[in-house]
């Protein structure tokens, strides 16, 4: 075998060789408002089999406490908010990449009641009534449900004299789960999370704002891979990711 043939046949064994090792998988991490749990989970799952060389790693919780999270050094490659103020405070700390920052859906504040309640608070003014005696409220420091409801009840001249009633909640996921559970009489939540619990809560009221809950995704500064995290919001945005945004209840910005 002459020197060429020899080269030749090193250079195909080596590609056999590289070919049978397994493609290591690459993780990228989403940080995302609760409200979007449900519905990025399912578009994990299908990104993950669309691309199984990627591992997406999906961290949900309260805006405020997912900004604090990025801002303190925590690896994130994509953030999800639920409000434009929190995005605007992490672009402002230069935390996020503002040329990828998309709103891509919207959503509607809702007032609810356990589903079995006698209880009728059918408007913001019901929530004076005795029967009412604890209101679910997110943090209006640091959760953008809270912030939207806090605004509602304020425009409404009604904050102050509710304060008495009202349960800090570290999300608007702890809101639904105490009116499901009948350990408060009303609560403040989104419409995509309300749906969710058919069967033990109902929506009485669908809440008027100044400002629309508009939620915008972008790719952190700090990303270790700002392509992959690029290509995971480009499929959120894509048909696919739609339609599960749609089954959820999320509607188009």
Known sequence: MNRLSRLTTLATLAAL???ALPLQA???TVSAAASLKDAFQEIAAQYKRQHPDVDVKLNTAGSGALLQQLLQGAPVDV???ADQKTMDMAAEKNAVDTSTRRTFVR??????VPKNSR??????QDLKRPAINRIALSNPESVPVGRYAKAALEKAGLFTALQPKIITTQNVRHSLDYVARGE???GFVYRTDAVLMPQKVRIT???PLDTPVSYPIAVSTDSSDKAEAQRFINYVLSPKGRQVLNKYGFSRP
């Open 17 to 19: 060789m590289l070919a």
């Open 26 to 28: 690459k993780d990228i």
């Open 79 to 81: 953030v999800a908010f």
């Open 107 to 112: 959503n509607d504040l809702v007032l609810i």
């Open 119 to 124: 209880t009728s608070a059918s408007s913001l």
């Open 184 to 186: 408060v009489d009303a």
């Open 205 to 207: 009221a669908t809440i």
